[in-house]
C-alpha cells in the first residue's frame, strides 16, 4: 500500500520559514513525477511546485518563486519544501502527491497518491 505523510507544518510569523516533509512508502519513486499542492477552504487546490523524480525538472507556481525550493532524498525517499520569507496568503493545507509517471503535470487530478496533509498558517 502506498502511502505519503506529510509533517512539518505549523503557526509562523510573515516573513518567517518553515520546511515540509513528505515520506513516501509502499512503493520506489525513483520514476515518479512528486508535487507540493496546497488548498484553503472554498477553494480548489492548487499547483505550488512539481518535480520529476528522475531528473529534477521542477516547475513552481509564480506566487512562490524565490521563496520556496523543492528537493529530495531518493535513498530515504523523502520530498521537501523549504519555505522561506512566508506570508499570510501561504496559509493553507499544504499536500504532497505522487504520480506513477515520471512527466510532471500541474494538475492535481494527474497525481495518484495524496498524502493527508499538514496545516500552515502564517499570521501577520
Known amino acids: 500500500q502506498v502511502q505519503l505523510v506529510e509533517s512539518g507544518g505549523g503557526l509562523v510569523q510573515a516573513g518567517g520559514s518553515l520546511r515540509l516533509s513528505c515520506v513516501g512508502s509502499?512503493?520506489?519513486?525513483?520514476?515518479?513525477?512528486m508535487g507540493w499542492f496546497r488548498q484553503t477552504p472554498g477553494k480548489e487546490r492548487e499547483i505550488v511546485v512539481i518535480i520529476s523524480w528522475s531528473n529534477g525538472a521542477t516547475a513552481y507556481a509564480d506566487s512562490v518563486k524565490g521563496r520556496f525550493t523543492v528537493s529530495r532524498d531518493n535513498a530515504k525517499n523523502t520530498l521537501y519544501l523549504q519555505m522561506n520569507n512566508l506570508k499570510p496568503e501561504d496559509t493553507a493545507v499544504y499536500y504532497c502527491?505522487?504520480?506513477?509517471?515520471?512527466?510532471?503535470?500541474?494538475?492535481?487530478?494527474?497525481?495518484?497518491?495524496w498524502g493527508q496533509g499538514t496545516q500552515v498558517t502564517v499570521s501577520s
Open positions: 509502499g512503493r520506489t519513486f525513483s520514476s515518479s513525477a
Open positions: 502527491a505522487a504520480r506513477g509517471y515520471s512527466a510532471i503535470s500541474r494538475y492535481p487530478h494527474d497525481y495518484d497518491y
